[in-house]
Nanobody, 113 residues
Framework: QVQLVESGGGLVHSGGSLRLSCVGS????????MAWYRQVLGKGREWVAS???????NYADSVKGRFIISRDVAKNTVYLQTNNLKEEDTAVYFC???????WGQGTQVTVSS
């Protein structure tokens, strides 16, 4: 069973940046789709971005132009670079192996004004 562990969250001011990482316990089958989601307390999980292979990436309209998803196959890691953060980006961010339907435990991102 693949396990996913996220890290990189934290507290940042509006306009700041964070790089989130998701490391897999087993090799991600390339070029399978990996994704990032986020969840605000009391609301459902929202899809943020996904990547298939190394260049086929897609983004939610709310983060397009500010977030970048990437993967390092050798390190078995998927990244989410979050730039120009806004207060409404505050959430717990999860990565997901879309093919195996496996989730990580999440990492908290808090953006203050």
């Amino acid at each position: 069973q693949v396990q996913l562990v996220e890290s990189g969250g934290g507290l940042v001011h509006s306009g700041g940046s964070l790089r989130l990482s998701c490391v897999g316990s087993a090799r991600f089958l390339y070029p399978q789709t990996m994704a990032w989601y986020r969840q605000v307390l009391g609301k459902g999980r929202e899809w943020v971005a996904s990547i298939t292979g190394s260049v086929a990436d897609n983004y939610a309209d709310s983060v397009k132009g500010r977030f970048i998803i990437s993967r390092d196959v050798a390190k078995n890691t998927v990244y989410l670079q979050t730039n120009n953060l806004k207060e409404e980006d505050t959430a717990v961010y999860f990565c997901k192996d879309e093919e195996k339907d496996v989730w990580g435990q999440g990492t908290q991102v808090t953006v203050s004004s």
